[in-house]
């Protein structure tokens, strides 16, 4: 059995809601939200998949900020998004 050459180290990627693309609005575009990025939580709330994502969509209150806790590049990271 042939080996292949190891091209990438192991990594971790935690639950959470995989961004396949960034929806075009200037809110999202000014919180740095790229594609691939995986969001862990909102305000402090897990999103371990979309429909809890969805579920906490319509609790966020209008015109006020929420704070998006995102793994990127093997790195978590806190993105806020403002009104």
């Known amino acids: 059995m042939k080996r292949l050459p190891k091209l990438f180290a192991p990594c971790f990627i935690p639950p959470g809601v995989l961004v396949l693309a960034v929806p075009v609005g200037p809110a999202l575009a000014k919180t740095g939200l ?10 402090g709330e ?14 966020l209150p209008a015109g006020h900020s929420a704070k998006i806790e ?3 590049n093997q790195e978590e990271l806190i993105l806020q998004l403002n009104p």
Do not use: G, M, W
């Not at 594609?35 to 305000?43: E, G, Q």
């Not at 897990?46 to 609790?59: E, G, S, V």
């Open 46 to 59: 897990k999103t371990a998949n979309t429909a809890a994502l969805l579920r906490l969509a319509p609790a």
């Open 70 to 72: 995102i793994f990127r």
């Open 34 to 43: 790229q594609k691939n990025d995986v969001i862990l939580s909102v305000n």
